[in-house]
C-alpha cells in the first residue's frame, strides 16, 4: 500500500514539474484571467454607461457586447485548448467533464468579482 502510494506521488511530481504540467496550469490560469477581464469590461460598458442619452452611447453598447463576445471566445479557445490536452494524455470522460464544470464556473465568478470591484471603485 505504501509504495503504491510512493509510485503515484512521483508520478505526480513528474507529471507537474518534469513535464511542464506546472507551466500548462499557469498559462491556463492566466488566459482565464484575461478572458474573464475581456468579459467583464465588456459587460461593464454596457450596464454601466449610463442612463442620458447622447450621441454614440448606441455605439458604446453595442462595443460592450463586440468585447463581451470576444472575451467569452478567448474562454471557450481556452478551455477548448486544455480539454485537448487532457484528451491526449487519455485522462477519464469523467474528469474532462468536471473540468468543463469548473472552468465555467470559475469564469463566470471571476466575471463577477470584477465587476464588482469596478462598480464598486
Known sequence: ???Q????WDAAVTQVFDKEGLDAIFTHARNV?????VVAAGLYAVNH???EHRTGMMGVHVAGYVVAFVGAGLLA???F???RKLARRRHHLLLR???ILVYVVISMRLTQVIIYFRAVA
Open 49 to 51: 454607461v449610463g442612463n
Open 97 to 99: 467533464m468536471a473540468t
Open 5 to 8: 502510494i510512493k509510485q503515484l
Open 81 to 83: 485548448d486544455g480539454l
Open 33 to 37: 484571467l484575461t478572458g474573464a477581464a
Open 1 to 3: 500500500m505504501l509504495e
Open 77 to 79: 479557445l481556452n478551455l
